[in-house]
């Protein structure tokens, strides 16, 4: 195939950028050459600077489009709950809109949650503030829940966070849309993080016996 010296244009940045994601997330940092990029899209090796000076700026960029991807799926997850909505509410649209950016920016999602350890050190440390800024977000969401009187005093947030966002992360391993919408899972997984799964005939007894043992 006949290689192409472009120009610099949005839509071969991209490009550039969609391939990029896919690399890193499959291939990881140190795999993944400009190069192996540029050849993928069909350019010129050299052409690909004029979009980028660096791989460690094309990482960077994928990066903090993965990132900001999801922050900003969630929040528009927010902004279309109504006024009166509750942090149960809120709590379901965070979930919603995390799986459902997963799944639309599926490379870079991939690229967000794995690379960390691989990048440049400025870039990691950029990395690790826009983690913190996602983690304070799901921080909210479970502070919120607690002052409502859906989590109980004793539960660690920090905890409960990695929980949910652990399986929140691996949507794209296993959601099947010809099964259900995000939306059906959300409130299948909300009713197991809730009530949990057993069935309330046996967590009456289960609750019994606890009372029984500790008033022995």
């Not at 400009?34 to 090796?45: K, P, T, V």
């Not at 965070?94 to 949650?113: E, N, P, R, T």
């Not at 794209?172 to 959300?186: E, I, R, Y």
């Amino acid at each position: 195939m006949r290689k192409r010296n472009v120009n610099p244009s949005v839509d071969t940045r991209e490009t550039l950028l969609r391939l990029a994601a896919r690399s890193f997330a499959t291939q990881g940092y140190t795999a993944t050459t400009m190069r192996s990029i540029a050849d993928q899209a069909g350019i010129e090796a050299a052409s690909i600077y004029y979009h980028f000076s660096s791989k460690e700026e094309l990482v960077d960029i994928v990066m903090e489009h993965g990132a900001d991807s999801i922050v900003r799926h969630i929040n528009e997850h927010f902004d279309a709950l109504p006024a009166n909505a509750g942090a149960d509410d809120r709590f379901k649209a965070a979930l919603v809109g995390q799986m459902s950016a997963l799944i639309k920016f599926g490379d870079y999602a991939l690229a967000h949650g794995r690379l960390l350890s691989q990048l440049p050190d400025k870039v990691r440390e950029r990395q690790i503030k826009r983690r913190e800024r996602h983690q304070r977000l799901w921080t909210t969401v479970f502070d919120d829940l607690r002052k409502e009187g859906f989590l109980r005093e004793d539960v660690d947030i920090a905890l409960c966070r990695v929980f949910v966002l652990g399986f929140i992360n691996s949507v794209q391993t296993w959601f099947d849309p010809k099964k259900g919408s995000l939306d059906k899972v959300a409130d299948q997984f909300i009713t197991m993080f809730f009530e949990g799964v057993q069935p309330a005939a046996k967590r009456r007894r289960s609750g019994r016996r606890k009372e029984l043992a500790a008033s022995s």
